[in-house]
């Protein structure tokens, strides 16, 4: 599975693209084996709805978080690169310090957000 980490070099913020690993396991018994990725701990999960035309100036990221697209399309902005996005995108901020990223959304969005 593909997804964009998002992460502050110490100078800037920055896009890195990177894969998932998965292992084959029993993930429940007693259903045939799975291929499974390494276990993640969280703190917390929310949903954001943001509706089109909204859009914020480059902040950190409040937290080290994983938001899942579910549906609508933006344009995220980090490190002077652009990279639009919509269903199915996956990211890992990281960038919990500046100068972060912006955001803007193109199309009504609902983003899902995980915590760690």
């Known amino acids: 599975m593909h997804y964009i980490r998002v992460y502050n070099d110490g100078h800037q913020t920055r896009f890195e ?10 993930f429940a018994p007693p259903a045939p084996e799975l291929d499974v990725s ?6 917390e999960m929310l949903v954001i709805r943001f509706t089109a035309g909204w859009s914020d100036p ?7 978080q994983w938001m899942f697209v579910l549906s609508g399309r933006g ?24 100068p972060g990223h912006g955001t ?3 199309e009504d969005a609902l983003i ?3 915590r760690c």
């Open 38 to 43: 390494a276990a993640v701990p969280v703190r």
């Open 17 to 26: 693209d990177r894969e998932v690993s998965f292992e084959p396991a029993v």
């Open 58 to 64: 480059l902040h950190p990221s409040p937290a080290r």
């Open 104 to 106: 803007t959304i193109l």
């Open 75 to 98: 344009e995220t902005t980090a490190g002077g690169e652009t990279r639009p996005w919509g269903p199915g995108q996956v990211f890992l901020l990281e960038d919990t310090a500046p």
């Open 112 to 114: 899902a957000v995980v």
